[in-house]
């Protein structure tokens, strides 16, 4: 959060909280799904934002190289 010094923030995923911090990033696992992050300050800021996690679609992976002539 912008402008937040040394402020305790409050960390939720969809309404479950999961971290309190006074950095303005933390490290959370991510699962499959769909989310809600909340982050509050201990003066009563807070902001939300929605976001899904997707699982990746599997590339083949190419081994090996080729030489152009």
Known sequence: MA???????????????IATTTSKSIFWQPEI???????A?????????NFQVREAEIKPY????????
Request: hydrophobic share 30%.
């Open 62 to 69: 190419r081994r090996g190289f080729s030489i152009g002539e």
């Open 33 to 39: 799904g769909d989310f809600t992050l909340k982050v």
């Open 3 to 17: 402008g937040v010094e040394n402020q305790q923030i409050q960390w939720f995923i969809n309404d479950k909280k």
């Open 41 to 49: 300050t201990s003066e009563n800021m807070s902001d939300r934002i």
